[in-house]
């Protein structure tokens, strides 16, 4: 029992590795601008937009301060423990071995699939380039045979997925449906991660400069077409102009959406065995990527919300280039440029993912909690090559059979799941001493502040939303009904660490972290819950059956 919560100690000054460290400050921040700036902005933007209307806006600054706050904790951990692994290293350091396999699962969770709905979406938008340019691949072959089968079976609207169903070829009595652009970008993203760091950051900044043009461009020809009159559309509950029209539950339906925007800065943290000067560069390059990608988040929103009116963002896999289409603006080459330039941003987001994914099985290999071949380093390229190969396996399988609204609740809820680790983590770190040149989280006392926030918060918002409160118990409502049990539990929490603060002297800033991540929690269903603790299920039985025995710690 002992090994199980047993604790790995990390060298500070220990920063020898197998791998190529190529990587600067600047390196990471687009590395970051990558990852956060791809999928999230380009594609979920507009199921998140047509939840949530220009509330949704809300949420994103929500999630942006929740990200703030948790990078500040994973900048703490990468001056610390300068080694690659992320919030699985970090877990080993401060809660022992078991939630650190807990939070290695979690993060196959957040990169490898993840990966697989960002696949998806940049074949949505490959296949929507090609046909404005008057090419088409069949329907059967631009997505999944589940989604196919799925949009068949329920009625859906959806011609491409209705057609891709009934004009499938039969191999036998299985029709033939799959994502062909999906598996083959997945395909030449694991060969450039496989050949070497350095080919992929020069490949990577290119890309990102690109994408923040035509971003930036976006926002100034969309901001000439904005009618002020859609960021306050009509209730359909109240009949009353809203900001958010379907209300506060209506904003936080959206989190998966908008926090899936956020997922990839933590993936900077798994970088650093391959970062020169890793305890001052990494903290640097996730504090200044996630800014300035906030700020990015903020302005598109505000056009989106201002060019269309939200509810027309139903069902849009494209919405950057959606809002100039001939029924909204009607600019027709914004229309192709954005088509293109998503093509390259949701590349990018790729790349950091699947470079993300080996390094986290390479330093679980590592402590023996997964076989030695993960440790493997291609003696030429200098990269985990045969765990950047299995990476390409596992995103490229589930490609065939999946869909892309679970895999984008299963990645998020995993990944809010680790940043809660994370900030729990700092708050269990010894005190050490500073060192001139490497990042130091400031430690503000939370003794008094924190319960004052908590406290004063609930005050707040019940003279804002005395309803919701004088509901609060009312579990069985079919609409409300699940937020409210986990807003109850998050009140819960919160005052338990009121207390444990007060009693302790916590430190203030992953208080805040861990408290924000944990309102982000309230807004998953049932749904995503069963599958996150059956995923959860099935790792503690390869944990058991595996990593246990063979764990390098148990041999000390």
Known sequence: ????????????????????????????????????????????????????????????????????????????????????????????????????????????????????????????????????????????????????????MNGSENKELLNAWQTAPLLGSLKVIFDLPALVINGLITWLCYVGVKESKNFNNSLVILKLAVIVLVILVGFSYINTENWTPISPETGTPSFMPNGFVGVMSAVSGVFFAYIGFDALSV????????????????????????VIYIA????????????????????????????????????????????????????????????????????????????????????????????????????????KSFILDFTSIGTIFAFVLVCAGVLMLPPKEKIKGRFHLPYINGKFI?????????????????????NLMKWDDPKEGEFRASIFFF??????????????NLSLIPLIGLSSCLYLLTGMSHDNWFWFGLWFAIGLVIYFFYGYKNSKLRKI
């Open 1 to 152: 029992m002992n090994q199980l919560f047993r604790r790995k100690n990390y060298s500070e000054t220990d920063t020898s590795t197998d791998l190529a460290r190529v990587l600067g400050v600047w390196d990471i921040v687009f590395f970051g601008i990558a990852a956060i700036i791809g999928a999230g902005s380009f594609s979920s933007l507009g199921e998140a937009v047509f939840r949530g209307g220009p509330g949704v806006i809300l949420l994103y600054l929500i999630c942006g301060f929740a990200c703030g706050f948790t990078a500040l904790c994973y900048a703490e951990f990468a001056s610390r423990i300068p080694t690659a692994g992320s919030a699985y290293t970090y877990a080993y350091a401060s809660f022992g071995e078991l939630i650190a396999w807990i939070i290695g699962w979690a993060l196959i969770m957040e990169y490898s699939f993840g990966n697989i709905y960002v696949a998806f979406s940049w074949s949505d938008y490959f296949t929507s380039f090609l046909h404005r340019l008057g090419m088409h691949i069949p329907d059967y072959l631009t997505c999944s045979y589940t989604e196919a089968k799925k949009a068949f």
């Open 271 to 294: 970088l650093s065995e391959e970062t020169k000067d890793p305890q001052k560069t990494l903290p640097k390059g996730m504090i200044i990527s996630l800014v300035l990608c906030t």
């Open 300 to 403: 598109l929103t505000l056009v989106l919300t201002g060019m269309v009116d939200y509810k027309k963002f139903d069902g849009v896999g494209d919405p950057l280039s959606f809002i100039f289409e001939k029924g909204n603006a009607n600019v027709a080459w914004m229309e192709l440029t954005v088509s293109f330039i998503a093509i390259v941003a949701i590349t990018t987001v790729l790349l950091v993912f699947q470079m993300g994914q080996p390094r986290i099985w390479y330093a679980m290999s590592r402590d023996g909690l997964m076989p030695k071949k993960f440790q493997t380093v291609h003696p030429k390229y200098k990269t985990p090559a045969f765990a950047t190969i299995v990476t390409g396996i596992v995103v490229g399988i589930p490609i065939l059979f999946t869909d």
């Open 450 to 470: 924190f319960p004052v926030i908590i406290i004063g918060g609930l005050v707040f918002f019940y003279f804002w939303q005395p309803e919701f409160f004088d």
């Open 491 to 504: 009140i819960l929490v919160n005052l338990i660490l009121s207390i444990w603060t007060f009693v302790k």
